[in-house]
T-cell receptor
Framework: GDSVTQMEGPVTLSEEAFLTINCTYT??????LFWYVQYPGEGLQLLLK?????DKGSNKGFEATYRKETTSFHLEKGSVQVSDSAVYFC???????????FGKGTSLLVTP | DAGITQSPRHKVTETGTPVTLRCHQT?????MYWYRQDPGHGLRLIHY???????DKGEVSDGYSVSRSKTEDFLLTLESATSSQTSVYFC?????????????FGPGTRLLVL
C-alpha cells in the first residue's frame, strides 16, 4: 500500500541555517504530495503541495519539488527562523477524495 | 481557515464510558474525515464521510463509529472508551477538486481516557 517515510527528528538548527527535511513515498499511481505544519498546541496547516512530477510547491520561504524518479518530496528552506519551530508532516493522496497518508512527522527546533 | 470547529476541545473520561466528539463545518463540503494523532504514528484515518449518511472505515476504525445526518456535522463516537483511545483527534474537510483538492484540519480534540 501507499506509505510515506520522513527523516527522524528532532532536528535542531540555529537561526538562519539551511533546512532540509527528507520525505520519500511509495505509491502505486500518481499521488498528490503535501507538507503540513503543526505549531505547538495547534492543528495542522497546509504548508505547500504539488500534484504532478517536477511541480514545485512553495510558501513562506519553504519549497519542495515532486521528484517521481526518486519518489521524493523533500522540504527545504534557505534561512530558518525561531518561528519555524514546529512539527512538519509529509503526506500523500492517491485518489480524489481519499484520505491523506501521513508520515510520522519531523520535529524542528530553531534556536536563536 | 476552512470554517471547521471541533467540540469539546479537551475531555477527560473514564474507561468504559461513551464519548462523542463533534466536528462542524460551515462551508458545505461533501467530504469529511476523522484522524487520530499519536506520537510515532503521525495521523491515521479513523472514518470518513462522502455525503450525508455515507461513511466508510479507515485504517484504525475498531472501537469507533461515526454518523453524519447533516452536511455540516460529522460525529465520532467511542462506544466504550479505552485507555488506548487516549489521543488527539482531528477532523478534516476536503476542499476543491482535481489538482486543487486539499484537506483542511480543525483545531483538534485532546481526549484522555483514565
Amino acid at each position: 500500500g501507499d506509505s510515506v517515510t520522513q527523516m527522524e527528528g528532532p532536528v535542531t538548527l540555529s537561526e538562519e541555517a539551511f533546512l532540509t527535511i527528507n520525505c520519500t513515498y511509495t505509491a502505486t499511481g500518481y499521488p498528490s504530495l503535501f507538507w503540513y505544519v503543526q505549531y505547538p498546541g495547534e492543528g495542522l496547516q497546509l504548508l505547500l503541495k504539488a500534484t504532478k512530477a517536477d511541480d514545485k510547491g512553495s510558501n513562506k520561504g519553504f519549497e519542495a519539488t515532486y521528484r517521481k524518479e526518486t519518489t521524493s518530496f523533500h522540504l527545504e528552506k534557505g534561512s530558518v527562523q525561531v518561528s519555524d519551530s514546529a512539527v512538519y508532516f509529509c503526506a500523500l493522496s492517491e485518489n480524489s477524495g481519499y484520505a491523506l497518508n501521513f508520515g510520522k512527522g519531523t520535529s524542528l527546533l530553531v534556536t536563536p | 481557515d476552512a470554517g471547521i470547529t471541533q467540540s469539546p476541545r479537551h475531555k477527560v473520561t473514564e474507561t468504559g464510558t461513551p464519548v462523542t466528539l463533534r466536528c462542524h463545518q460551515t462551508e458545505n463540503h461533501r467530504y469529511m474525515y476523522w484522524y487520530r494523532q499519536d506520537p510515532g504514528h503521525g495521523l491515521r484515518l479513523i472514518h470518513y464521510s462522502y455525503g450525508v449518511k455515507d461513511t466508510d472505515k479507515g485504517e484504525v476504525s475498531d472501537g469507533y463509529s461515526v454518523s453524519r445526518s447533516k452536511t455540516e456535522d460529522f460525529l465520532l463516537t467511542l462506544e466504550s472508551a479505552t485507555s488506548s483511545q487516549t489521543s488527539v483527534y482531528f477532523c478534516a474537510i476536503r476542499s476543491g477538486g482535481g489538482a486543487q483538492e486539499t484537506q483542511y484540519f480543525g483545531p483538534g480534540t485532546r481526549l484522555l481516557v483514565l
